[in-house]
Nanobody, 124 residues
Framework: QVQLVESGGGLVQAGGSLRLSCAASGRTLSSYGTGWFRQAPGKPRECVAAISWSGSSTYYADSVKGRFTISKDNAKNTVYLQMNSLKVEDTAVYYC????WGSGSRDRTHYNYWGQGTQVTVSS
């Protein structure tokens, strides 16, 4: 079992930055592909970024390319999402997810471990 805990969300003005963290316990993330998803009210949950278990492959949604960066620190058993140039439309609850030997898929059904989410609110 892998337990995932997100942190780093909050309120930020448009154009600002936040770094989300997803700390894992129970298993080492070195063998897990991970993804960051978000869900805004009334909208489906979407993948914004994902990274393969080896770290060699990444995925970014078009809406965040060039602004968000996913990374993983196996020594700290933590995955990060650096979010720059935030926009009002980035407002959502952000979730991290993990799948053993995962390829870094954008498909939410690929993942079997989920965190509880952290709120990100971007004001204009």
């Amino acid at each position: 079992q892998v337990q995932l805990v997100e942190s780093g969300g909050g309120l930020v003005q448009a154009g600002g930055s936040l770094r989300l963290s997803c700390a894992a316990s129970g298993r080492t993330l070195s063998s897990y592909g991970t993804g960051w998803f978000r869900q805004a009210p009334g909208k489906p949950r979407e993948c914004v970024a994902a990274i393969s278990w080896s770290g060699s492959s990444t995925y970014y949604a078009d809406s965040v390319k060039g602004r968000f960066t996913i990374s993983k620190d196996n020594a700290k058993n933590t995955v990060y999402l650096q979010m720059n140039s935030l926009k009002v439309e980035d407002t959502a609850v952000y979730y991290c997810a993990a799948a053993q030997w995962g390829s870094g898929s954008r498909d939410r059904t690929h993942y079997n471990y989920w965190g509880q989410g952290t709120q990100v609110t971007v004001s204009s």
